[in-house]
C-alpha cells in the first residue's frame, strides 16, 4: 500500500465515525429530562438560582411524567 493510498484510508475512516457517530446522537430523545422522583410525585431539575436548584413538579398519571399546577389561595392572616 502506498503511503497516499494509507492516509487516504484514515480519512475515509475517520469520516465514517464521524457521520455513525452524528447518526446515533440524532437517535438518542433529547425532549424528557431526568426526573428525581418517589412512587408518583417528581421533580424535573431545569437549573440554577445562586445555590438553589430550580425546575417543575411533576406528576405520574397512567404512567406519564405531567407537570403539577399550582392553585393559590387566599387565606385570612387572622379569624375574629
Given at each position: 500500500m502506498t503511503r497516499i493510498a494509507r492516509v487516504a484510508f484514515v480519512l475515509l475512516w475517520l469520516a465514517s465515525l464521524a457521520v455513525v457517530g452524528a447518526l446515533a446522537s440524532a437517535q438518542t430523545p433529547r425532549d424528557s429530562g431526568a426526573i428525581i422522583s418517589g412512587g408518583d410525585i417528581g421533580f424535573r431539575p431545569e437549573g440554577w438560582?445562586?445555590?438553589?436548584r430550580t425546575g417543575t413538579w411533576m406528576v405520574r398519571i397512567n404512567g406519564e411524567w405531567v407537570e403539577a399546577q399550582t392553585t393559590m389561595k387566599a387565606v385570612p392572616a387572622t379569624t375574629r
Open positions: 438560582k445562586g445555590k438553589a
